[in-house]
């Protein structure tokens, strides 16, 4: 039986999850994680555990800070008591590659320092370092990931790739923040999702993997990438105001995860980038009720959320 507990904040959405809702080995419990009794109630006979749960939108963050540390520091806190109380065979926590903080050249391996800049990557590395004291401390059976930008069907509209769809298929400009010369890596949703699977069966407990496909690019080269897919004349970039603190470059090294997990990324990025595009253009339904003005907004951070 797999249980998915959410608190059904900003990001959630049950049309993500038609296909398997009446699948009797699945089971959704509204819940919040910072609730204590809560969690350990509902952990109370769990097996395995694998941590998503967080606020993730780092412009959100700079906006109002506090759901960031509830989310992703007192719930973790609540998780790792109530994980180690329940006696679970494994927890793999979810995390980011924004812990590190930016670097301008090489890239980060799981024993580099933690250096985050906004208060999303504060509240994850938290979050990190909460789950690393009850390892141990109390021996709990934990996995760390840190992986780059994911992307893909399904991802919510305030991410960089589908607002950019969204806002050019509705005849808006792409927001291109303080130039557009800050370097991501991106992965296809799906090669995180064999990573976290390969984690379950094979990561070795206490040990954190860095996971990367080397799709690096700036902003602005993959906002190109983006209007030449979708071959909307109207559709152009806008240079807007630089979000305060923004990290220039992200970079992982990834080679522990291929060498001890067995784990390479399979999409081939130009491909896995067409077969998005393509998914917001066929899935207008799906999108349209959470492409709202503000989380369309140019500007997010200077939004009231």
């Given at each position: 039986?797999?249980?998915?507990?959410?608190?059904?904040s900003?990001?959630?959405?049950?049309?993500?999850?038609?296909?398997?809702?009446?699948?009797?080995?699945?089971?959704?419990?509204?819940?919040?994680?910072?609730?204590?009794?809560?969690?350990?109630?509902?952990?109370?006979?769990?097996?395995?555990?694998?941590?998503?749960?967080?606020?993730?939108?780092?412009?959100?963050?700079?906006?109002?800070?506090?759901?960031?540390?509830?989310?992703?520091?007192?719930?973790?806190?609540?998780?790792?008591?109530?994980?180690?109380?329940?006696?679970?065979?494994?927890?793999?926590h979810?995390?980011?590659?924004?812990?590190?903080?930016?670097?301008?050249?090489?890239?980060?391996?799981?024993?580099?320092?933690?250096?985050p800049?906004?208060?999303?990557?504060?509240?994850?590395?938290?979050?990190?370092?909460?789950?690393?004291?009850?390892?141990?401390?109390?021996?709990?059976?934990?996995?760390?990931?840190?992986?780059?930008?994911?992307?893909?069907?399904?991802?919510?509209?305030?991410?960089?790739?589908p607002?950019?769809?969204?806002?050019?298929?509705?005849?808006?400009?792409?927001?291109?923040?303080?130039?557009?010369?800050?370097?991501?890596?991106?992965?296809?949703?799906?090669d995180?999702?064999?990573?976290?699977?390969?984690?379950?069966?094979?990561?070795?407990?206490?040990?954190?993997?860095?996971?990367?496909?080397?799709?690096?690019?700036?902003?602005?080269?993959?906002?190109?990438?983006?209007?030449?897919?979708?071959?909307?004349?109207?559709?152009?970039?806008?240079?807007?105001?630089?979000?305060?603190?923004?990290?220039?470059?992200?970079?992982?090294?990834?080679?522990?995860?291929?060498?001890q997990?067995?784990?390479?990324p399979?999409?081939?990025?130009?491909?896995?980038?067409?077969?998005?595009?393509?998914?917001?253009?066929?899935?207008?339904?799906?999108?349209?009720?959470?492409?709202?003005?503000?989380?369309?907004?140019?500007?997010?951070?200077?939004?009231?959320?």
């Open positions: 039986m797999i249980t998915n507990i959410d608190n059904e900003l990001g959630s959405n049950h049309a993500n999850l038609q296909d398997i809702s009446e699948d009797k080995r699945y089971r959704f419990v509204k819940g919040d994680l910072t609730n204590y009794e809560f969690t350990r109630r509902i952990l109370k006979n769990a097996n395995i555990i694998v941590n998503f749960a967080a606020q993730t939108h780092v412009d959100r963050s700079i906006s109002n800070a506090e759901p960031f540390f509830e989310s992703n520091a007192r719930a973790v806190f609540n998780l790792v008591r109530a994980a180690n109380e329940a006696n679970v065979d494994r927890l793999v979810i995390s980011t590659d924004e812990v590190y903080g930016s670097i301008d050249r090489g890239s980060f391996d799981e024993e580099s320092s933690l250096n800049s906004s208060p999303y990557s504060a509240t994850k590395a938290a979050a990190d370092l909460i789950v690393r004291a009850w390892t141990a401390t109390y021996k709990l059976r934990t996995v760390i990931l840190r992986c780059t930008n994911n992307f893909g069907p399904w991802q919510h509209p305030e991410k960089f790739i607002k950019a769809i969204i806002r050019s298929i509705r005849g808006k400009s792409i927001p291109i923040y303080g130039g557009g010369r800050q370097i991501r890596d991106w992965i296809y949703v799906d995180f999702c064999n990573a976290i699977e390969l984690t379950l069966e094979r990561g070795d407990p206490g040990q954190i993997y860095n996971i990367s496909a080397g799709n690096e690019l700036s902003n602005r080269d993959l906002a190109q990438l983006l209007l030449r897919l979708l071959d909307i004349p109207s559709a152009e970039l806008v240079e807007v105001d630089d979000r305060p603190g923004h990290d220039f470059r992200y970079s992982l090294n990834s080679e522990k995860a291929r060498r997990l067995g784990w390479k399979a999409m081939e990025f130009d491909s896995a980038l067409t077969r998005t595009v393509n998914w917001y253009r066929e899935h207008t339904s799906w999108w349209r009720r959470l492409a709202t003005e503000k989380v369309l907004s140019e500007l997010p951070w200077k939004e009231s959320w």
